[in-house]
């Protein structure tokens, strides 16, 4: 026998034995799909008795927040306890939970941080379910694949919320998406999510493709072609699965115009997706007086965001660094200082702050740079009332809340030029202008310098532009469109 019919009749013996293997194969797999259906069918039952056992004691339906940093200070936080409020002064038969992973603090303590921080005070109290395991959605535990690290391990925080207490109707207000189908066919919750910035975005897949360094995409990434193939495929990846778990919600909120492009290309719920612009307490920076500021003798920037390392804080101490050499360089004796207001939500970004102060140190700025962290409302607004300029630097923010309490507060602003400020907020407003908008060092050196060098009659009238254009994000604006969104998953609850 020759070796080519050897070889054939050896590839038949293997076919004859692929084919008696594939009938017990294929039985194996459908046992094994209908033990994981039978298991799924008997955890949702499990979930669906605590619930039932719930609500016959309270007599009520339960509405769940999932917010593992709500005493955080944030924007987020400031959407979180507004919802609460309109939900509670709509509905007095329903019950609220926050799903939260702040142990250091009790239930009490996180409301009065929202009254000082946010001058937000609840029509009555919330429940707190204290998660144990935050550290899951932590970044710091997910050096390397931190987007899907993190969005793992929220599927298991958000088990734990689940298993603790089962509402009727949960939230996701944080951004959590892969929670959204645990709770929906697990839970058997209706579930709604606010949306503040998506997970992964198309401008991020732009980023790695063009192979631009960010701080989410370091050097030696951008400069390996292999790398950033990889990663490109990653995030392709990626962005398919969030796709999927997004498109759970039954209703879809997004909190800018930014917000709402991304989240349509990727979760394409166009008939369930629609904008609320969040809260921004800008009544109660009205009585800041507008007055012409040309007599100061020291003129103050101040930054309004919590110390994340996306706001970019470095851009702003830079900037700031030029503008002061620059002035030195043309003999201007006026004063002029930075201040940089925010929260720190963890170690890290408290490591982050020592990390400014350092370079403060080392740009030789340390006397004229300020750090005011976890400030209360009422230091917030005393130096929003002292400052000249209000600075924001984050590339693609998603909103930027600071950016329209600067503006409620009759400072001229400067924000980056991308994102909601670009496209929902330092807008015209009834043709005049109402801020201004760079990109890089050299030209928010260049804005913050012309703004020093305008008139203080050019100053006020842009100041007075920027109060009235803002109205539209006030807290009675929020109230009523969340309220008008809700309606048809908060009408599912059996009172």
């Excluded at 298991?39 to 593992?68: D, I, K, M, Y």
């Excluded at 050499?325 to 170690?347: A, P």
């Excluded at 702050?353 to 740009?363: A, D, I, K, S, T």
């Excluded at 400030?375 to 329209?404: P, Y």
Aim: proline share 4%.
């Amino acid at each position: 026998m020759s070796a080519h019919d050897q070889l054939v009749l050896y590839l038949c013996e293997i076919t004859r034995l692929l084919w008696k293997l594939l009938l017990p194969l294929l039985l194996l797999c459908v046992l094994l799909v209908a033990v994981l259906v039978l298991l799924v069918l008997a955890v949702r039952l499990w979930l669906q008795s605590s619930r039932n056992a719930r609500r016959a004691r309270e007599g009520r339906p339960t509405v769940a927040f999932f917010h593992p940093y709500c005493n955080a200070g944030g924007g987020g936080e400031r959407v979180l306890w507004c919802a609460i409020r309109a939900l509670q002064s709509r509905y007095a038969d329903v019950n609220f939970v926050v799903y939260t992973g702040d142990l250091g603090v009790t239930g009490q303590q996180i409301l009065e941080g929202a009254r000082q921080r946010f001058n937000i005070v609840l029509p009555r109290p919330v429940r707190f379910v204290f998660l144990q395991h935050r550290v899951l959605v932590e970044p710091a535990l997910f050096p390397h694949f931190t987007l899907l690290g993190q969005s793992v391990g929220s599927i298991f925080l958000g088990w734990e919320a689940l298993t603790e207490l089962v509402p009727d109707l949960y939230i996701d207000s944080m951004g959590y998406a892969f929670t959204l189908p645990l709770f929906r066919y697990l839970g058997g919750c209706s579930v709604g999510s606010y949306v503040h910035y998506p997970t992964i975005s198309t401008d991020m897949l732009s980023v790695v493709r063009e192979r631009n360094p960010r701080f989410n995409n370091p050097d030696f990434i951008s400069n390996s072609l292999f790398l950033s193939a990889f990663k490109l495929v990653y995030y392709c990846l990626f962005a398919v699965l969030y796709g999927m778990a997004g498109s759970c919600s039954d209703v879809i909120m997004v909190n800018s115009s930014w917000t709402l492009d991304h989240i349509l290309s990727l979760w394409r719920s166009p008939n369930r997706t629609s904008v609320v612009y969040p809260p921004c307490d800008v009544s109660a920076f009205l009585d800041i007086p507008l007055e012409e500021d040309g007599d100061r003798r020291c003129h103050s920037i101040v930054s309004v965001g919590q110390f994340r390392p996306e706001k970019d804080h470095r851009l702003q101490i830079g900037a700031f660094k030029k503008v002061l050499d620059r002035r030195e360089r043309s003999g201007v004796r006026e004063g002029l200082k930075l201040v940089l207001i925010g929260g720190c939500r963890n170690q890290e970004d408290e490591d982050r702050v020592l990390m400014l102060r350092g370079l403060c140190q080392e740009l030789g700025v340390a006397d004229r740079v300020e750090f005011k962290l976890n400030v209360s409302f009422e230091e917030l607004k005393r130096q929003m009332s002292e400052a000249t300029i209000g600075l924001h630097t984050m590339w693609n923010e998603h909103f930027g809340i600071g950016v329209v309490e600067c503006m409620a507060a009759g400072k001229v602003i400067l924000a980056h030029k991308s994102g909601g400020p670009k496209l929902d907020i330092v807008r015209p407003f009834d043709g005049g202008q109402t801020g201004f908008l760079a990109e890089e060092e050299d030209s928010y050196a260049e804005a913050i310098e012309k703004i020093l060098a305008l008139p203080p009659d050019s100053r006020l009238q842009i100041r007075r532009n920027a109060r009235q254009s803002v109205a539209r994000f006030s807290d009675q604006e929020f109230e009523a469109c969340f309220l008008a969104a809700m309606e048809p998953l908060m009408g599912t609850l059996e009172r």
